[in-house]
């Protein structure tokens, strides 16, 4: 796998909240994070920082027992809900840190297939044959006003509560998380970002363009960059991972 982020507190922001991780040498899990933290006093940034770095940690400690797809998955849950007790815990006993939370999108690579789990509204992407799908599903009220009917997808990206979640890491001493299990072709592009991105740009306008042999350090800043160009006023992160083998082959 191939590896490249991009990380920006936006226009406005006054310090960026978000954080992720990716893995910088072989012999690190390959899995990728993205969290979006919320909350006053600096709490949202420590939010993110814990979670990234509990799931980071668990995954390093533990990854000679991976052995089936079953583990990963174990793993996955028991990282995720580990980081939501850090947070939480800390969010209960401190009143500088109460009521703080984070989003949480992350992937584990698995030979031919990836695993995501998420909470909140950062995404995972796929984007393979010059088109990108979305692999996860908002935790948010405009989600659930398209689901119900209430509003149309246009109306959605127009909500003045668009940025209200409904779900994440930190908030309850109990988490759901939702999985997803994808196959994994040579060439596919895996995309993690923060809700920053989506909401300055719309990813399908840039997929056809994007050259087949871009870095991954090059897309993320590009994608990273129009975020900015279109207004950028919230925090901007973006994970990405290209599946490379037989690549030359292709």
Not at 37 to 54: C, K, P, Q, T, Y
């Amino acid at each position: 796998m191939e590896y490249g982020a991009y990380s920006h507190k936006g226009i406005h922001r006054k310090a960026n909240e978000d954080h992720y991780y990716i893995p910088k040498n072989l012999t690190c899990p390959d899995i990728m994070i993205v969290a979006d933290g919320m909350g006053g006093h600096n709490a949202g940034d420590l939010a993110s920082r814990i979670a990234v770095e509990v799931i980071r940690s668990y995954f390093e400690r533990h990854r000679t027992r991976f052995r089936t797809s079953d583990d990963l998955l174990n793993a996955i849950h028991q990282s995720v809900q580990e980081a939501n007790s850090r947070v939480y815990t800390m969010s209960r006993t401190n009143i500088r840190y109460s009521g703080m939370g984070t989003t949480l999108t992350m992937t584990v690579f698995e030979e031919d297939r990836f695993h995501v789990a998420n909470i909140g509204d950062s995404r995972c992407y796929l984007l393979r044959d010059g088109s990108f799908r979305q692999i996860t599903r908002d935790h948010s009220l405009v989600q659930e006003l398209l689901d119900n009917g209430s509003i149309t997808r246009d109306e959605m990206e127009l909500h003045p509560k668009k940025n209200v979640i409904t779900r994440a890491l930190g908030t309850e001493d109990r988490l759901r998380i939702d999985c997803f299990e994808e196959t994994l072709q040579s060439g596919d592009i895996v995309l993690l970002c923060t809700d920053g991105l989506v909401n300055s740009i719309n990813l399908e306008d840039y997929a056809p363009s994007l050259p087949t042999d871009i870095s991954m350090e090059s897309l993320a800043e590009i994608l990273g960059n129009e975020a900015l160009s279109a207004g950028g006023s919230d925090d901007i992160t973006i994970a990405a991972a290209r599946d490379n083998r037989n690549m030359e082959k292709r």
